[in-house]
């Protein structure tokens, strides 16, 4: 058997175990490539272009260009041409790399790349990214991670199916010199990035400088890092088990734009086994991973804080602009993102069931024996019924509005009609109200121009209702509710 029969055999069976490890599909699972115009990534175009007469998948690819050598362009040009000649849909995208963000031009350019892959792959359907990570890469990304001080995930290094980032990498059986003597055996054209010579990059010091030492010493280098980088992924899996099992036992819950634990329970955990659980839960959260240091510091805070403290520390989303942030309050450990403010212009109701209120979708909701008092509002029965169900806009009682608008301090209201009025950071304290959640309840207050101009305050979103604009038990009244337009986590 030729090498090239040899390569062919080995591609197609793991490619036809990767499939028959998917869940049914009424279709033909969709696979986009990730396309360079290197060796390695024009290998598998030509090989995935050739399965795909034979196994069960569909085939697109698309190429990133970074804008970050002067032969971008003609890149581009390759791969289009190619993938044109092989009547496979070619895509691209060009990104913007910002150099000055602090994580070096490797990892935003990784980043930006990854970024639009996904996006493109959301938008075909397609049930996985392939890229053509060898077995050399695995070697590099290993060491690369050794040197970082990285932990048991980070030497897990790469694994064939990435099931979380939705990534398949087909060639890590495969050594870098089984792809070159693919490709010269049938002659494909590909491109050379001029800056994997220029060692001042992390990996390609370790590629040009570092590995060649190494093999020379040590032959089988690439299987054995292989085999510790395997061993690791286990080591990890039986962690996340763990850390699932701890998460639960945390009493987790979902809250208001994310989660909370009993922070109790977390430090009986002791200090490793609570460490493990809040890595996987930011993990599930999709959240950043802190690293040791950061780690460090959020547990030695959490671990000593006092049950009535209120305590909030940053975190950072896998995209650069998502925010979240860790909370104490009572006893829980909650972790949520943060949305954009209410907006400072008033909101007006229309008289339907939703609204947008700048990053804010508002909801408005004819309810029996809650909410705000139709009644007081001018809304007759009539209206009511055909509001709810056929959906017409209510209409208010000549020179009256519903008005929504952000807090500004001081403001109160008589939810008890036997009690006096209570400041609405008294109310927030008697429900519990987590302190990072209060500026998301508008004010509603209720404005008349007849016969002079009023506005009064009649509710805090539905959470508190002033007792003299309160429905009875089988009168209809407006519940209010907000949720961002994007979901912070």
């Known amino acids: 058997m030729t090498n090239n029969s040899v390569f062919s055999t080995q591609l197609e069976g793991s490619i036809a175990s990767f499939l028959a490890a998917q ?8 696979l986009l490539l990730a396309l360079s115009g290197g060796v390695d990534s024009i290998v598998l175009l030509h090989a995935l272009s050739q399965l795909s007469a034979r196994l069960p998948f569909t085939l697109s690819a698309m190429h990133i260009h970074h804008g970050l050598s002067p032969h971008a362009d003609d890149w581009l040009s390759l791969c289009e041409r190619v993938c044109i000649e092989k009547g496979i849909p070619f895509y691209s995208d060009k990104v913007h790399v910002n150099l000055r963000s602090g994580q070096g ?11 639009a892959l996904e996006h493109m792959r959301q938008q075909l359907g397609a049930q996985a990214i392939v890229t053509a990570h060898h077995m050399q890469d695995q070697s590099e990304t290993l060491l690369l991670q050794l040197m970082r001080g990285a932990g048991v995930k980070g030497l897990s290094a790469m694994s064939v199916w990435d099931a979380e980032r939705r990534l398949f990498r087909p060639l890590l059986q495969f050594s870098k010199a089984d792809i070159l003597q693919q490709a010269h055996d049938l002659q494909h054209q590909w491109v050379e990035d001029e800056s994997n010579t220029d060692i001042s990059f992390d990996r390609n010091f370790m590629r040009q400088t570092a590995m060649p030492v190494l093999r020379e010493r040590y032959p089988q280098l690439d299987n054995a890092l292989a085999r510790s980088a395997s061993h690791m992924a286990e080591a ?3 962690l996340d088990s763990l850390a699932s099992q701890d998460v639960l036992a945390c009493d987790v819950r979902e809250e208001w734009l994310g989660q909370s634990v ?3 329970r977390l430090r009986q955990l002791g200090d490793a086994r609570a460490k493990n659980m809040l890595r996987y839960w ?9 690293n040791t240091e950061q780690l460090q510091n959020y547990w030695q805070q959490l ?3 006092k049950p009535h403290r209120y305590l909030h520390l940053p975190l950072q989303g896998q995209a650069v602009q998502r925010q979240a942030y860790l909370h104490h309050y009572q006893q829980r450990l909650y972790c949520v993102g943060k949305p954009s403010a209410l907006p400072k212009t008033p909101l007006v109701w229309q008289g339907g069931k939703s609204q947008i209120w700048g990053d804010w979708q508002v909801q408005f909701k004819v309810s029996k024996g809650r909410g705000i008092a139709l009644a007081r509002l001018g809304v007759n029965p009539a209206a009511i019924t055909l509001h709810k169900r056929y959906g017409q806009g209510v209409v208010l009682s000549d020179g009256l509005e519903l008005l929504l608008l952000a807090r500004s301090g001081g403001e109160s209201l008589q939810p008890d009609g036997k009690r006096p009025r209570r400041e609405l950071k008294v109310i927030f304290q008697m429900l519990a109200i987590p302190p990072w959640q209060r ?15 009023s506005q009064t305050l009649v509710s805090l979103a539905s959470l508190a209702i002033d007792a003299a604009w309160r429905p009875g038990r089988n009168a209809y009244g407006l519940e209010i509710s ?3 337009l994007t979901t912070a986590l």
């Open 105 to 115: 031009v490797e990892a935003t350019a990784r980043e930006a790349r990854y970024q």
């Open 282 to 290: 930011f993990q599930q959260l999709d959240l950043r991973m802190p």
């Open 262 to 264: 009993d922070i109790q």
């Open 236 to 238: 990890q899996s039986l």
């Open 23 to 30: 869940p049914p599909q009424t279709s033909p699972i969709h």
């Open 439 to 453: 500026a998301f309840y508008p004010l509603v207050n209720v404005v008349s121009s007849q016969p002079s101009h």
């Open 303 to 305: 671990a000593t804080v």
């Open 482 to 484: 907000l949720q961002p």
